[in-house]
Nanobody, 126 residues
Framework: QVQLVESGGGLVQAGDSLRLSCAATGRTISGTTMAWFRQAPGKEREFVAAIFRRGYSPYYATAVQGRFTMSRDNAKNTVYLQMGGLKPEDTAVYYC???????????????????WGQGTQVTVSS
């Protein structure tokens, strides 16, 4: 079992930057696939970014490519989402997710992740 706790959300203006953190407890996540998803009011949850297992570069949704950067710090058992050039349409609750068995082709599908955090709100004003 792994527990995930997100932090770092807040209210920012368009164009600002924000860094989200996802701290894992219970066991190491160094070889675990980690991902960020988001859900805006009235919309379905959508994939944002993921790092597949160990040694892979991050994958990004088209909507955030070039603006967001996902990274992991195995020593701290934490993953991060550095968000830049924020837009009002980035407003959502951001969730961290983890899974040990997911395959690469299913990386963007939330239903394949076993572990989820409680979410952190990001609000971008125009």
């Amino acid at each position: 079992q792994v527990q995930l706790v997100e932090s770092g959300g807040g209210l920012v203006q368009a164009g600002d930057s924000l860094r989200l953190s996802c701290a894992a407890t219970g066991r190491t996540i160094s070889g675990t696939t980690m991902a960020w998803f988001r859900q805006a009011p009235g919309k379905e949850r959508e994939f944002v970014a993921a790092i597949f297992r160990r040694g892979y570069s991050p994958y990004y949704a088209t909507a955030v490519q070039g603006r967001f950067t996902m990274s992991r710090d195995n020593a701290k058992n934490t993953v991060y989402l550095q968000m830049g050039g924020l837009k009002p349409e980035d407003t959502a609750v951001y969730y961290c997710a983890a899974d040990d068995r997911i395959i690469l082709s299913s990386l963007r599908l939330g239903e394949n992740y076993d572990y989820w955090g409680q979410g952190t709100q990001v609000t971008v004003s125009s």
